[in-house]
Every structure is written in structure tokens, then in C-alpha cells.
Nanobody
Framework: QVQLEESGGGLVQAGGSLRLSCQAS????????MGWFRQGPGKERESVAAISQYGGNIYVADSVKGRFTISRDNAKNTLYLQMNRLKPGDTAVYYC?????????????????WGQGTRVTVSS
């Protein structure tokens, strides 16, 4: 199994930036498709972005396309989400997740391991 731990959340003003990190345990990080999800108040968990095992295939949700960038550093067992031009609607708890099968998906039910989440609050 893999343990995931997010960091980097916080309170920012609209238009600002944050970079989230997800540190994974073990030495099999490159075996997993990785994704970022978020859950805002009163909303279901939704996909933000996903990245294939070696970064060659990337999905970014329309709601954040052009503002958020997902990346990974397999040598460091770390997943990143660079968030720019943040909006109040981005306020949510952000989770990283790992998928054992190699295909990209934005369905949270298809991910096998989850972190505890890191809170992002964007003020207007």
C-alpha cells in the first residue's frame, strides 16, 4: 500500500497562487496514476487534475484549465499542483489520490489510495 500526505494549503487572496504537494511513501510511486481532487462546501468530491505514471498524459478539469498545472517528480515520490490566479470558487479541501491501474481517469471511485487533504481558502 501507499501512504499519501498533502501539504501547501492555506489562505490566499483571489488572484494569488499556491503550490500543493503530495508526498507518497514507498519506492513504487511511478507505478501509480496520480490525481488531485477537491471537495468544496456542499459539493461532492470532484477531479481537478490527473497525471500518468511518467507524466506523459495529463488531464485538467475545465474549471481550472489554464490556471492549474499538475506535475510529478518520481525521484522524490512527490506530486504537485501549481495553482495560479485562484478564485473564491477554488476554496475546498484538496486531496491527492493514487490509482493502481495505469489509465488516466477523473472518477474518484477509480482511485485506490487517498491522502487526508489540505485546505485551500481563497478570499475575495
Amino acid at each position: 500500500q501507499v501512504q499519501l500526505e498533502e501539504s501547501g494549503g492555506g489562505l490566499v487572496q483571489a488572484g494569488g497562487s499556491l503550490r500543493l504537494s503530495c508526498q507518497a511513501s514507498g519506492r513504487t510511486f511511478s507505478s501509480y496514476v496520480m490525481g488531485w481532487f477537491r471537495q468544496g462546501p456542499g459539493k461532492e468530491r470532484e477531479s481537478v487534475a490527473a497525471i500518468s505514471q511518467y507524466g506523459g498524459n495529463i488531464y485538467v478539469a475545465d474549471s481550472v484549465k489554464g490556471r492549474f498545472t499538475i506535475s510529478r517528480d518520481n525521484a522524490k515520490n512527490t506530486l504537485y499542483l501549481q495553482m495560479n490566479r485562484l478564485k473564491p470558487g477554488d476554496t475546498a479541501v484538496y486531496y491527492c489520490a493514487a490509482r493502481t491501474r495505469p489509465t488516466i481517469t477523473y472518477d474518484p471511485l477509480q482511485y485506490d489510495y487517498w491522502g487526508q487533504g489540505t485546505r485551500v481558502t481563497v478570499s475575495s
